[in-house]
């Protein structure tokens, strides 16, 4: 993976993780409600009253031939719709994983200012002012900044 690479991943990395948690719900509202059409039964009834002896006492009507297929046409349009939430949970789970991984091989200094420079939107000034500070009781440059995020680039790339 190159740099350009990297670097759009990070910033894009708090938006695929709240778009992969959004499909993850949606994935599993679709399976329930799959879940639901398969439960649903289906039960003849036998028609009674006067003058129906002429007519099959077993006889199974439109409105439960068309249930059985609106139920299936529904359970076909559930199953394409979960293949396609499962794809795009794969993409997403997979950028998602990529960015946590090559996270974890950084010390915690150079994770800090990475995900405040590419991930919170931080400028080097402000993150030097204030991250730097909450970490070490010290400023540093925008340049020193600078200098640490390219170098924690360039490590997590070579990964």
């Known amino acids: 993976m190159n740099k350009q690479e990297l670097v759009e991943l990070l910033k894009s990395y708090k938006e695929n993780k709240a778009k992969l948690n959004i499909k993850l719900k949606e994935l599993k509202l679709a399976r329930i409600k799959l879940k639901s059409c398969e439960d649903i039964d289906t039960s003849l009834t036998v028609a009674y009253g006067i003058n129906q002896d002429i007519h099959s006492k077993n006889k199974i009507t439109n409105k439960v031939l068309q249930k059985i297929e609106n139920n299936d046409k529904r359970k076909q ?4 719709e979960i293949e396609n939430l499962e794809e795009i949970v ?3 789970r997979d ?4 960015v946590d991984d090559r996270l974890e091989g950084l010390k915690f200094k150079e994770r800090k200012m990475l995900e405040s420079y590419y991930i919170e939107g931080n400028t080097y000034e402000d993150i030097g002012n204030r991250i730097y500070w909450e970490i070490y009781h010290q400023t540093r440059t925008g340049e020193t900044i600078k200098g640490i995020i390219d170098d924690a680039i360039e490590k ?3 990964l």
């Open 156 to 158: 997590i790339a070579k």
């Open 77 to 80: 349009e559930l199953k394409q």
């Open 90 to 92: 794969k993409n997403l």
């Open 95 to 98: 950028k998602v994983e990529a």
